[in-house]
């Protein structure tokens, strides 16, 4: 008994959380932990009341929430019991990332699917803003039985993460250096870039300039930039990074390179409109992979970690718990853009 209250007491320092919602996670906690199992009886009413000093009311009605959700059973004249052992059943899962963009939206969707149906699923948002990135932790810690989370690059960011438990975190997408021993299903970026560079030294040669759009103080990984100056370096290209693609500055020679999918379509529009050919007159390299690379313009050479695959891995581990640190392969996907 002494265990179950102190799985509720691990949570008064939580302040979003109501008493109610205390109770309910503290005991669905106390399952998944194993302080109990299924056929244990739980503390009583009175043992609560006198323990924890909540309202009767309050936890006659976390009682009722959690026998309606079939994690635990009443019994008349002997109190109530663990129902299931199986609490992912009516598991809660919070997944904050950066955005919704195509490829997230592919990652979010067979998440959703590998989880199934009896998973209650909460999308989040940061957009690379860390005060948001910690004001949204700050509200969902204590009221999710699962964070899948897509960690902001920052100094402060293990220190926002610790507010969790560790062993209920699954760091999706970056993976960051942190003190704690983190589940992850990532993608790596420094090596890979470089490893697709190389692959396209030659193709990339035919052209006179190499050209990348690298916004500074943005969610686009550092270390993509810095592979791009170490292949310009090592295979001697020329090359020019820039922060952002001007709309009509497109010249003939060059090979262009962007992260982000709209200055990909306004330079293909750009190039269609100044009738350059491309895989010839002009060339393009794009980030992250989607269906639609695959077939405008004969499709566009992207090198990309599978997003798919990532939040099919992400499903498997909310819902087995298996210790999983991951990276994900990133792929070259060569086609006629250049």
Not at 2 to 29: A, F, T, Y
Not at 169 to 178: A, G, K
Request: glycine residues 6%; aromatic residues 12%.
């Amino acid at each position: 008994m002494k265990q179950i209250i102190q799985q509720i007491k691990n949570l008064e320092s939580i302040n979003s959380l109501s008493k109610h919602e205390q109770l309910v996670q503290g005991i669905i906690n106390a399952i998944d932990e194993k302080v109990v199992v299924k056929g244990d009886l739980l503390p009583s009413v009175n043992t609560f009341i006198s323990e924890l000093g909540f309202a009767r009311e309050t936890i006659a009605k976390a009682y009722k929430e959690l026998v309606h959700r079939g994690i635990i059973e009443s019994k008349n004249r002997l109190g109530y019991f663990v129902a299931t052992n199986d609490v992912k059943q009516e598991l809660k899962v919070a997944l904050l990332i950066f955005a919704f963009d195509i490829f997230q939206e592919m990652f979010y969707e067979n998440f959703r699917k590998g989880l199934g149906k009896n998973v209650q699923l909460d999308i989040f948002f940061h957009h690379n803003n860390f005060d948001t990135f910690e004001n949204i932790v700050q509200s969902i810690k204590g009221k999710y039985g699962m964070f899948v989370i897509a960690p902001i690059p920052n100094k402060k960011t293990p220190a926002v993460l610790k507010q969790l438990p560790t062993n209920r975190v699954l760091l999706v997408d970056r993976f960051i250096e942190t003190d704690e021993d983190y589940n992850y299903v990532a993608q790596e970026f420094g090596d890979s870039s470089y490893n697709a560079f190389v692959q396209l030294k030659d193709k990339i040669k035919k052209y006179d300039e190499l050209v990348f759009f690298f916004k500074p103080s943005s969610a686009e990984p550092n270390e993509i930039l810095n592979s791009f100056k170490r292949f310009m370096k090592d295979y001697d290209i020329k090359g020019v990074i820039k922060e952002e693609y001007t709309a009509g500055s497109l010249e003939k020679g060059k090979v262009y390179f962007t992260i982000h999918n709209l200055e990909l379509w306004e330079m293909l529009k750009d190039s269609k409109i100044k009738g350059l050919k491309i895989g010839k007159d002009i060339g393009f390299i794009s980030h992250n992979d989607d269906i639609v690379k695959e077939i405008i313009f004969d499709g566009v050479t992207t090198f990309s970690t599978d997003f798919s695959e990532m939040g099919r891995r992400a499903a498997e581990f909310v819902l087995n718990r298996k210790k999983t640190q991951e990276i994900i392969p990133t792929v070259l996907i060569d086609r006629n853009s250049l």
